[in-house]
């Protein structure tokens, strides 16, 4: 079966100040990938999906991340954080079947 | 994508009682799906709702615990029953789309207390 680690617990970045959050995945063929920002209180929202092509895909507020097969990585990525992307973050691998398994979070907090 | 709503919003239930949760969504859907997320945790999977049929529960869940109904295509019931404050969690269904790949799309949650 599949698996996520999420290795930072919580992150804090100023805000205009770059972020990547980090995902590693475990999965014996081509994974579906996902991250997902939950805000206090609200459910989840995908901000983007790696399934094939291109590995660097672009997701919405401006974040990207990029699938490395050979690190089994699918980083986040934003180039200038705002105040309102504190959040917490999901990364997600799914498989064939809707089986979907999620990392344990991260939580981003934005100094001013 | 699609809208999906979820009553009640939050509730504080007494231990030993039961509390049903809707989950609405505004299109057809391929597949629904029900969570828990425990305070500070990441989402488990609770079970897939299949549409006039029993409910595919994860290990680790059982149907007398959690029966969920899905009577038609859009529409899905959760029951936590006979509570205890273990399941204070918040609650969240998702589903997929026709066309649209295997991601899924969150209903906003319920969060559940026990007292």
């Known amino acids: 079966a599949q698996s996520v680690t999420q290795p930072d617990i919580h992150i804090t970045v100023s805000e205009g100040a770059s972020l990547e959050l980090r995902c590693n995945y475990s999965y014996g063929a081509t994974p579906y990938l996902f991250w997902y920002v939950q805000s206090p209180g609200q459910g989840l929202q995908l901000l983007l999906k790696y399934f094939s092509g291109d590995t660097l895909v672009q997701g919405i507020k401006g974040f990207e991340a990029e699938f490395k097969r050979s690190q089994s990585s699918f980083n986040l990525r934003k180039p200038s954080v705002h105040w309102s992307d504190a959040a917490e973050y999901f990364c997600?691998?799914?498989?064939?079947?809707?089986?979907?398994?999620f990392g344990a979070g991260t939580r981003l907090t934005v100094k001013p | 994508s699609a809208v999906i709503s979820q009553k009640p919003s939050r509730d504080i239930c007494q231990r030993g009682t039961s509390l049903t949760i809707q989950c609405q969504v505004d299109s057809q859907v391929t597949m629904m799906f029900w969570y828990r997320q425990q305070p500070g945790q990441s989402l488990t999977l609770i079970a897939t709702?299949?549409?006039?049929?029993?409910?595919?529960?994860e290990s680790g869940f059982v149907i007398d615990k959690f029966p969920i109904s899905r009577p038609n295509l859009t529409f899905s019931t959760l029951t936590v029953s006979n509570m205890s404050p273990e399941d204070s969690s918040i609650y969240l269904c998702?589903?997929?789309?026709?066309?649209?790949?295997?991601?899924?799309?969150f209903g906003p949650g319920t969060r559940l207390t026990v007292t």
């Open positions: 998702s589903v997929t789309l026709p066309g649209q790949g295997y991601e899924q799309y």
């Open positions: 709702a299949n549409q006039g049929s029993e409910a595919t529960y």
């Open positions: 997600a691998v799914g498989a064939l079947g809707n089986d979907m398994r």
